[in-house]
T-cell receptor, first 116, second 111 residues
Framework: SAVISQKPSRDICQRGTSLTIQCQVD?????MFWYRQQPGQSLTLIAT?????????ESGFVIDKFPISRPNLTFSTLTVSNMSPEDSSIYLC?????????????FGEGSRLTVL | QKEVEQNSGPLSVPEGAIASLNCTYS??????FFWYRQYSGKSPELIMS????GDKEDGRFTAQLNKASQYVSLLIRDSQPSDSATYLC???????????FGAGTRLFVKA
């Protein structure tokens, strides 16, 4: 397993502003994943972040809106840019500690964003 | 578009009964299958993974996989009120890094 810390745990933001979410893992991992969970819905993958390369974004998500950094094997950030109320959601960082061998994901506590 | 389908529920069972949760998936090349439990206000937590056809048991939980029917299920025996949560079915391609989640089934276990 892995211990994953996310900050902030929650925030209330104004429309048009940007917020950066941090994810710290207690062990080195090859890939980190950012998911979004909108109210009452399931998880949608935003992007996969590999250390040393640009993140890979899923359909419907673009780098200008959700820039991601991955400076080392234990840390990543997701920025939600130019926020609108539709961005109100829980953002989850996750890792697969065994390097893709099992597909088993472990999640951070999530960051609950409310955009006014 | 690869999909994972679950009955949203809620599924209500009395304490001590067997809860049966079902999931179907659309991508035939999927090789890895998972069940996550998510309590209200919490992040998902992995409870079972299954990779080959048949049953896999872990305590009160049994995962069942039928690749020919593209069907995964989770049985919870001797259900407890603490099992009340949303259960997410998830599917991953072999060698791929994208996990697709179903919408989840809400389970209520009545004391």
């Amino acid at each position: 397993s892995a211990v994953i810390s996310q900050k902030p745990s929650r925030d209330i933001c104004q429309r048009g502003t940007s917020l950066t979410i941090q994810c710290q893992v207690d062990s080195q991992v090859t890939m980190m994943f950012w998911y979004r969970q909108q109210p009452g819905q399931s998880l949608t993958l935003i992007a996969t972040a590999n250390q040393g390369s640009e993140a890979t974004y899923e359909s419907g998500f673009v780098i200008d809106k959700f820039p991601i950094s991955r400076p080392n094997l234990t840390f990543s950030t997701l920025t939600v840019s130019n926020m609108s109320p539709e961005d109100s959601s829980i953002y989850l960082c996750s890792v697969e500690p065994r390097g893709g061998a099992t597909g088993e994901l472990f999640f951070g506590e999530g960051s609950r964003l409310t955009v006014l | 578009q690869k999909e994972v389908e679950q009955n949203s529920g809620p599924l209500s069972v009395p304490e001590g009964a067997i809860a049966s949760l079902n999931c179907t998936y659309s991508d035939r090349v999927s090789q890895s299958f998972f069940w996550y439990r998510q309590y209200s206000g919490k992040s998902p937590e992995l409870i079972m993974s299954i990779y080959s056809n048949g049953d896999k048991e872990d305590g009160r939980f049994t995962a069942q996989l039928n690749k020919a029917s593209q069907y995964v299920s989770l049985l919870i025996r001797d259900s407890q009120p603490s099992d009340s949560a949303t259960y997410l079915c998830a599917v991953n391609e072999d060698g791929g890094f994208k996990t697709i989640f179903g919408a989840g089934t809400r389970l209520f276990v009545k004391a």
